[in-house]
C-alpha cells in the first residue's frame, strides 16, 4: 500500500511493491506487469511517478521492457562465483540445471601471432580452434571459442567437444589442471553474436578471455567467451586486509 504522508518516496514505495511482488512469486519470470496507467489507477498516483519507480527496476535488472509489447519480469540471472577453477559442465550441475552444446565450427589449423604464443607453441603447429555454444536448460548462455594444441590435446574430435572438455582432459588424457587467469570486460552483442545467443542486437555481453595452465605449466587453452548480460552475474568475494 502507498503512504502518501511516509517520508519515503512514491516512487520509491511503488518499487519496493513491485519488487516485494517478484520476490514472493506473485509475479513470475517472464510474466507481463500491468501497465504504468493500470498502476496510476490502483494506487491512484501520476503516471509520471510510476514511469519513474519502473525505469528504476529496469535499470536494476528486475524488469525488462521489450519495444511495442510491454514490461515484463526479468529473468533471473545465474550467479557464478569467482572462486575456483570450474568447468561450464560443472557450473551447470551445481546449479541443478542441464548443460548443453551446440557445436558451431571444430576445426585444425596452423597457430599464429598470439595464439601461438599463448599456447606456447611454435608459429605453424598445429591448434584446434573449436566453437561452442554452451547451453543450460537449453537456453543459449555463452557463445565460446576455444584453441588448444593439438600436440597437448591429443585425440580431439567433434563428438568429444559435444562433452566436456575438462572431463576429457582430465580423465581420459590424464593431465592435471592448475589454474587459470580471466579477463572480464563488458561489450555488446554483434549480428552474428545475437542471433546465436537470441538476444537482440547491441544487447549487452560480458566479454571473456581465459588463459588456462596445466600443474607442469604446460598451457592448455585460450579461450573467448561471450556471455549474456541478462542472464549471467559474476559474484566476487573480497577478504581486507
Ligand atoms: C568454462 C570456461 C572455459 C572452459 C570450459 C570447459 C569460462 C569463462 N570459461 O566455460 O575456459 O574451456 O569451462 O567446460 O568460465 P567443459 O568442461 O564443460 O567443456
Same mark, same amino acid.
Request: with cysteine; net charge positive; aromatic share 8%.
Given at each position: 500500500m502507498i503512504d502518501k504522508y511516509s517520508p519515503l518516496p512514491i516512487y520509491y514505495q511503488i518499487e519496493e511493491a513491485i519488487k516485494g511482488?517478484?520476490?514472493?512469486?506473485?509475479?513470475?519470470?517472464?510474466e507481463m506487469i500491468p501497465s504504468e496507467r493500470e498502476y496510476a489507477e490502483t494506487y491512484g498516483i501520476s503516471r509520471m511517478t510510476v514511469r519513474q519507480a519502473i525505469t528504476n527496476l529496469v535499470n536494476d535488472g528486475?524488469?525488462?521492457?521489450?519495444?511495442?509489447?510491454?514490461?515484463?519480469?526479468?529473468?533471473?540471472?545465474?550467479?557464478?562465483?569467482?572462486?575456483?577453477?570450474?568447468?561450464?559442465?560443472?557450473?551447470?550441475?551445481?546449479?541443478? $540445471?542441464?548443460?548443453?552444446?551446440?557445436?558451431?565450427?571444430? *576445426?585444425?589449423?596452423e597457430a599464429h601471432g598470439k595464439t601461438a604464443t599463448? $599456447?606456447?607453441?611454435?608459429?605453424?603447429?598445429?591448434?584446434?580452434?573449436?566453437?561452442r555454444v554452451r547451453l543450460a536448460d537449453q537456453i543459449p548462455m555463452a557463445l565460446e571459442t576455444t584453441f588448444l594444441s593439438a600436440d597437448l590435446v591429443k585425440g580431439l574430435n567433434e563428438k568429444i567437444v559435444q562433452g566436456s572438455l575438462y572431463q576429457y582432459v582430465e580423465e581420459e588424457l590424464g593431465l592435471s589442471i592448475d589454474y587459470a587467469t580471466q579477463e572480464l570486460e563488458a561489450s555488446v552483442a554483434r549480428?552474428?553474436?545475437?542471433?546465436?545467443?537470441?538476444?537482440? *542486437?547491441?544487447?549487452?555481453? $560480458?566479454?571473456?578471455?581465459?588463459?588456462?595452465?596445466?600443474?607442469?605449466?604446460?598451457?592448455?587453452?585460450?579461450?573467448?567467451?561471450?556471455?549474456?548480460?541478462?542472464?549471467?552475474k559474476f559474484i566476487i568475494d573480497m577478504q581486507r586486509g
Open positions: 511482488r517478484i520476490e514472493k512469486g506473485e509475479l513470475q519470470e517472464g528486475y524488469l525488462t521492457r521489450r519495444k511495442g509489447k510491454g514490461t515484463f519480469v526479468a529473468n533471473k540471472k545465474i550467479e557464478q562465483k569467482l572462486v575456483g577453477l570450474t568447468s561450464f559442465t560443472e557450473d551447470m550441475k551445481a546449479r541443478g $540445471l542441464s548443460p548443453s552444446i551446440k557445436l558451431l565450427d571444430f *576445426k585444425l589449423s599463448g $599456447l606456447g607453441i611454435q608459429a605453424g603447429a598445429a591448434v584446434y580452434e573449436i566453437q549480428e552474428a553474436e545475437s542471433e546465436i545467443l537470441g538476444i537482440a *542486437k547491441g544487447s549487452p555481453v $560480458l566479454f571473456i578471455r581465459r588463459y588456462t595452465c596445466l600443474t607442469d605449466g604446460r598451457p592448455l587453452e585460450l579461450v573467448q567467451s561471450i556471455y549474456r548480460g541478462d542472464r549471467y
